[in-house]
């Protein structure tokens, strides 16, 4: 059994920085292409950034590829979403998940965590 537990999400004031975690288990996922996205009420999951394997590529969304940085370590069954700058817009629901290669549609990932709440705030 696959699980995926997210963390770090908080509340944060605008321009500000953080960085959620993904840990692994119940199976090694280092040869899956791991993503994260977020989900805003009333919204549907929107891709934000994934990462092959081996973390030798990666993907973003262009609302985020210059504020967002994916990266991961399979000897620590962990994968990071570092974010900085943040917005009011960027308050949402996170998730990773883990999928056979990186793509865009949260279709395409066959397991997901629980999600982390990022609250961007005064």
């Known amino acids: 059994q696959v699980q995926l537990v997210e963390s770090g999400g908080r509340l944060v004031q605008p321009g500000g920085s953080l960085r959620l975690s993904c840990a692994t288990s119940g199976r090694t996922l280092s040869e899956a292409a791991m993503g994260w996205f977020r989900q805003a009420p009333a919204e549907g999951r929107e891709f934000l950034a994934a990462?092959?394997?081996?973390?030798?590529?990666?993907l973003y969304s262009d609302s985020v590829k210059d504020r967002f940085t994916i990266s991961r370590d399979n000897a620590r069954n962990t994968v990071w979403l570092e974010m900085s700058s943040l917005k009011a817009e960027d308050a949402a629901v996170y998730y990773c998940?883990?999928?056979?290669?990186?793509?865009?549609?949260?279709?395409?990932?066959?397991?997901w965590g629980q999600g982390t709440q990022v609250t961007v705030y005064w």
């Open positions: 998940a883990a999928g056979s290669d990186m793509r865009r549609n949260p279709d395409d990932y066959v397991y």
């Open positions: 990462i092959r394997w081996n973390g030798g590529r990666t």
